[in-house]
């Protein structure tokens, strides 16, 4: 499969230690500005129980679920501490504000 960057929005959209959740055909996928300006993309779907990792409290370079605390490395997908379970990361890139994720296949995405 050819690997393709969908343009999804900016920086800019995204408030400073939070996230937005952009629809794609493989699912939801959270996207997360971290305090120093870093972006992460990663399934929007704990490993604990399926909750919106998009509506949890950003912190670091991890993301802490809304709804048991699991905490969640944005770099890896890893649950942190001790729980076990990890979610998919996506690659995403950040060109002068533009903010990109890589899919597998040409597909089309809406901002939630």
């Known amino acids: ?5 969908i343009v999804i929005g900016r920086i800019e959209d995204i408030p400073l230690r939070g996230s937005r959740c952009v629809k794609t055909p493989l699912g939801k996928i959270a996207v997360f500005r971290t305090a120093d300006n870093e972006v ?14 998009s509506e949890g409290i950003v912190h670091g370079t991890s993301v802490t679920c809304p709804l048991h605390n699991w905490v ?6 890893k649950a942190l501490g001790a729980d076990e379970g990890a979610v998919a990361t996506i690659a995403i890139r950040n060109d002068s504000g533009a903010l990109s994720i890589r899919l597998k296949s040409r597909m089309m995405v809406a901002a939630e």
């Open 72 to 77: 969640i490395s944005l770099e890896s997908g």
């Open 40 to 53: 992460f993309a990663i399934e929007n779907r704990c490993p604990h129980k399926g909750g919106p990792l």
């Open 1 to 5: 499969m050819e690997d393709n960057w």
